[in-house]
């Protein structure tokens, strides 16, 4: 997989998901950077480090728009929980094997690149997608009830 530029096509429409997605396209993008180079293992522990933050803070923001949703079909929203389950546990996984892999790195950031890059591809720009068209229709119509209930008058 070669490295991969932010696209238009990538946004899902909600702002706070789209700056989150485009960050974890930047680290795989490091990531794709740092197989060609001499890696620390201060370097691959920031990296995991930071996954762990991801997993925490974008599923958070798209588990709390899932959860608070109306528009979502209760079968979607058990499908991304589960998706994100996988993720959050394959990141233990490597975070589990971050010091016993430090001896085989390339390896060990060719697993995580991969696995990252599949997750983009069949994660962020299907079922997220997908997610976040039922979240903008929830969006829309809160829009147009806090319209609704704007007093009239001053034009
Ligand atoms: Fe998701």
Redesign the pocket.
């Known amino acids: 997989m070669a490295f991969i530029k932010w696209q238009d096509e990538f946004l899902v429409g909600i702002p706070k998901?789209d700056e989150q997605h485009r960050k974890l396209l930047e680290t795989i993008n490091d990531l794709h950077l740092l197989l060609h180079t001499r890696v620390s293992p201060e370097k691959l522990k920031d990296i995991v480090f930071f996954l762990n933050e991801y997993v925490v803070e974008?599923?958070g923001t798209?588990?709390a728009l899932m959860k608070a949703s109306t528009a979502l079909p209760e079968k979607l929203r058990e499908r991304?929980f589960r998706?994100?389950r996988f993720?959050v546990d394959k990141i233990q996984e490597f975070t589990g094997t971050l010091e016993t892999e430090s001896a085989n790195k390339k390896g060990y950031l060719l697993d995580i690149f991969e696995f990252l890059g599949h997750w983009f591809a069949d994660?962020?720009l299907k079922?997220?997608k997908e997610?976040a068209a039922y979240l903008r229709q929830d969006r829309e119509l809160r829009n147009k009830n806090e319209e609704e209930s704007l007093p009239h008058g001053n034009g």
């Open positions: 998901v974008h599923f798209e588990e991304h998706e994100h993720f994660h962020i079922i997220d997610t």
